[in-house]
T-cell receptor, first 113, second 114 residues
């Protein structure tokens, strides 16, 4: 069965810390995505990757970076965490073939104190 | 750019009631349309999809029809159950634009009471 695994369900960090969120998929998908989910705003795309070492900015990339060294793993990095980055973070993956339904992980609820 | 508009929630229904959650979209070209569901404490799961005009997606008693003339993809279910309580997201993907990510609506929370 399809599986997207996020390393942590809950995470608490302090302002200014460097934070790593990890995501692994076992479906050999080319595309991987990071979204953040906030009440009333739905899901907003932070970054995505369509191949190893390739990345593209999404709609809200400021304050974030990503890394994709292996096809199955996509990491989201908060360079210097701030309180406005407190949110639910969702990772997803998909194949390139249309219509591209995405498979999601269970999410990481990140709190920045 | 692309956008999706959903009716605001929460929607509160009694068990066995009829459900409609409205979704309209703005997109370039011919997008694919999706409904995702998020149960408490979980990630999003694909509920149904439609890839071209007049397609009807269906799953677990839910249905939605791709209406290009009204740019809509309303979600319906004839008889809801308590277990359907969740947040529902309408989304689209416009491969014509080269964008591989989904554009989501803001989500609609459904609460079904026994």
């Amino acid at each position: 069965d399809v599986k997207v695994t996020q390393s942590s369900r809950y995470l608490v960090k302090r302002t200014g810390e460097k934070v790593f969120l990890e995501c692994v998929q076992d479906m050999d998908h080319e595309n991987m995505f990071w979204y953040r989910q906030d009440p009333g705003l739905g899901l907003r795309l932070i970054y995505f990757s369509y191949d190893v070492k390739m990345k593209e900015k999404g709609d809200i990339p400021e304050g974030y970076s990503v890394s994709r060294e292996k096809k199955e793993r996509f990491s989201l990095i908060l360079e210097s965490a701030s309180t406005n980055q407190t949110s639910m973070y969702l990772c997803a993956s998909s194949r390139t073939d249309p219509p591209q339904p995405q498979h999601f992980g269970d999410g990481t609820r990140l709190s920045i104190l | 750019g692309d956008s999706v508009t959903q009716m605001e929630g929460p929607v509160t229904l009694s068990e066995e009631a009829f459900l409609t959650i409205n979704c309209t979209y703005t997109a370039t070209g011919y997008p694919s349309l999706f409904w995702y569901v998020q149960y408490p404490g979980e990630g999003l799961q694909l509920l149904l999809k439609a890839t071209k005009a007049d397609d009807k997606g269906s799953n677990k008693g839910f249905e939605a029809t791709y209406r290009k003339e009204t740019t809509s993809f309303h979600l319906e279910k004839g008889s809801v159950q308590v277990s359907d309580s969740a947040v529902y997201f309408c989304a689209l993907c416009s491969p014509d634009t080269g964008r591989r990510a989904l554009t989501f609506g803001s989500g609609t929370r459904l609460q079904v009471q026994p």
